[in-house]
């Protein structure tokens, strides 16, 4: 089944006198698949993807970087991609790399008016930044409001409104689901083109062998969502698309095969990076 991916744990309260404080640890992290597949692979905090960053708004937030030394190290840095943040140091400028056996403290004050929604965070160096992504330097971003409340209905009503209890009750009822859909190829392949460290060992007799041409859903192969999933209940799915390539990948959500007839169900767009659809 599919597992949800872990979240930072913050230090402080969030104010500008006393931010959130959380770690972030990059490296290459020997990833297992099965008894005898595994990945080499970049991580933040040794998962593949890297620990969901929970955050709200009107609240500060410092992240430090922390970089591998050694073979396990390459220079890297960070990058919340979509949020509107300042784009100068010590914030998201994504032109401040830390070197191997370094570390660095980012800064974000996550503005008042910000969009609740569903962002992501990669690394972002020049150079390096195919191979790092696409070899698992990434994760995702929830931005709340300092209040909890649900997000994603600016434009749907507002609180108080149909729209927010609805979205309000799939959040506290466990039928709100985030999926992290990562291109494993283009890690690979930018890899083989960066000369760097990251690679894939599977025996082709194991299901996990055509994992180099295909994806990961929360760092899993083909998993199944099946807790908590009943026929005329609505649920919310949260998807960040790792993707490194030019090549146009969808996420389709649809019934599984040898589904009853007529079993299709409706969807419909919220949003796009954050970004409430009307």
């Given at each position: 089944s599919l597992?949800?991916?872990?979240?930072l744990s913050w230090g402080g309260s969030g104010t500008m006198e006393d931010?959130?404080?959380?770690?972030?640890?990059?490296?290459?992290?020997?990833?297992?698949?099965?008894?005898?597949?595994?990945?080499?692979?970049?991580?933040?905090?040794?998962?593949?993807?890297?620990?969901?960053?929970?955050?709200?708004?009107?609240?500060s937030y410092h992240i430090t970087l922390r970089v591998a030394g050694g073979g396990d190290g390459q220079t890297t840095n960070l990058h919340v991609h979509g949020m509107y943040v300042s784009p100068r140091s010590p914030a998201d400028n994504v032109m401040t790399n830390v070197e191997p056996g370094?570390?660095?403290?980012?800064?974000?004050?996550?503005?008042?008016?910000?969009?609740?929604?569903?962002?992501?965070?990669?690394?972002h160096a020049g150079g390096y930044t195919d191979a790092q992504v696409g070899g698992g330097g990434a994760g995702a971003i929830l931005v709340e409001r300092a209040d909890d409340e649900a997000g994603d209905y600016e434009l749907m009503?507002?609180?108080?409104?149909?729209?927010?209890?609805?979205?309000?009750?799939l959040s506290?009822?466990?039928?709100?689901?985030?999926?992290?859909?990562?291109?494993?190829?283009?890690?690979l392949g930018a890899a083989k083109r960066s000369k760097a460290s990251?690679?894939?060992?599977?025996?082709?007799?194991?299901?996990?062998s055509f994992m180099s041409s295909t994806t990961l859903v929360n760092g899993m192969l083909k998993p199944t969502l099946d807790a908590g999933i009943r026929a005329?209940?609505?649920?919310?799915?949260?998807?960040?698309?790792?993707?490194?390539?030019e090549a146009l990948n969808v996420v389709a959500l649809t019934p599984a095969r040898g589904?009853?007839?007529?079993?299709?169900?409706?969807?419909?767009?919220?949003?796009?990076?954050?970004?409430?659809?009307?």
């Open positions: 597992i949800r991916p872990s979240e931010p959130y404080t959380g770690e972030l640890n990059f490296s290459l992290t020997d990833i297992r698949f099965s008894s005898t597949c595994s990945m080499r692979a970049y991580t933040f905090n040794g998962g593949l993807p890297g620990p969901t960053l929970r955050m709200q708004r009107c609240r370094r570390e660095r403290v980012f800064v974000y004050n996550v503005p008042c008016d910000h969009p609740a929604g569903t962002f992501w965070y990669h690394t009503g507002g609180p108080g409104s149909e729209a927010h209890a609805f979205l309000s009750g506290s009822s466990g039928r709100d689901h985030l999926l992290v859909v990562h291109n494993v190829a283009d890690g990251i690679d894939f060992s599977c025996p082709v007799n194991d299901p996990y005329g209940e609505w649920q919310r799915f949260r998807i960040v698309m790792v993707e490194t390539s589904s009853r007839a007529g079993a299709e169900c409706a969807v419909f767009l919220l949003a796009k990076d954050g970004v409430t659809v009307e």
